[in-house]
């Protein structure tokens, strides 16, 4: 819901001219899902992994200026799909949204998640 959440919260972008057709669509598709918690078809892998990148691009753009991403908490579903048994999908996705979100972003200035990988060095005991 997350992602959810910050494309609502920039929905006056649907408004500017500056919108591809595919962010437009990915506006669209996510803003769908979001209204309608009941739908049956989930939304696709490929539009949850570049929704960031997509719309980091259009703010960067909008503002002519570089996106921060903040990226905290992703420690936890790591831990659950490992408990659960879908590790293997879960990694397949993480590995595509880090790299649309932060290694191929051209529209980010500057990119951090929580410092867990600062800590987990500290730490003696890993």
Not at 35 to 47: C, F, H, L, M
Not at 62 to 83: G, H, V
Not at 96 to 101: E, S, V
Request: proline share 4%; net charge neutral; hydrophobic share 30%.
């Amino acid at each position: 819901m997350a992602i959810n959440e910050a494309y609502s919260e920039h929905r006056y972008l649907l408004e500017w001219k500056g919108l591809t057709e595919g962010e437009r669509k990915c506006f669209e598709e996510l803003d769908n899902y979001a209204k309608n918690p009941g739908i049956k078809e989930p939304v696709a892998n490929d539009t949850i992994c570049n929704a960031v990148k997509n719309l980091s691009n259009c703010l960067y753009r909008y503002y002519k200026k570089k996106i921060l991403i903040f990226l905290d908490e992703y420690d936890t579903p790591m831990q659950e799909s490992y408990l659960y048994e879908y590790w293997k999908e879960f990694i397949a996705f993480i590995r595509n949204f880090f790299n649309a979100t932060f290694k191929t972003n051209p529209s980010s200035g500057k990119s951090d998640d929580d410092g867990n990988y600062k800590s987990v060095k500290k730490n003696p005991f890993f």
